[in-house]
Nanobody, 117 residues
Framework: QVQLVESGGGLVQAGGSLRLSCAASGRTFSTYTMYWYRQAPGKERELVAR???????YYKEAVKGRFTISRDNAENTVSLQMNSLKPEDTAIYYC???????????WGQGTQVTVSS
């Protein structure tokens, strides 16, 4: 089973950049579809970006052109490069992975991203 640990959150001014990383344990990481979700205070958790095992990507409309999801299967990591950050990007960001074997979903503990105006 894959276990996930996020890092890279922090406080940044609007217009700045952050790079989130998610380190995965387990030998089957390369087969997982990986996701970045976020949850702002008082709001539901929402999907930000997705990358399949083949490298196909999806982005929430609000982050298109600003965020880039990528994965390194040799290093068992998935990253989210966030540029041109806005205050509305403030949230806890979660890494998630779905197994193709049984569709089970794993979650990391989350990392806080705060964008000041």
């Amino acid at each position: 089973q894959v276990q996930l640990v996020e890092s890279g959150g922090g406080l940044v001014q609007a217009g700045g950049s952050l790079r989130l990383s998610c380190a995965a344990s387990g030998r089957t990481f390369s087969t997982y579809t990986m996701y970045w979700y976020r949850q702002a205070p008082g709001k539901e958790r929402e999907l930000v970006a997705r990358i399949t095992s083949s490298g196909f990507t999806y982005y929430k409309e609000a982050v298109k052109g600003r965020f880039t999801i990528s994965r390194d299967n040799a290093e068992n990591t998935v990253s989210l490069q966030m540029n041109s950050l806005k205050p509305e990007d403030t949230a806890i960001y979660y890494c998630s992975g779905q197994s193709p074997a049984d569709s089970s979903v794993r979650w990391g503990q989350g990392t806080q991203v705060t964008v000041s105006s």
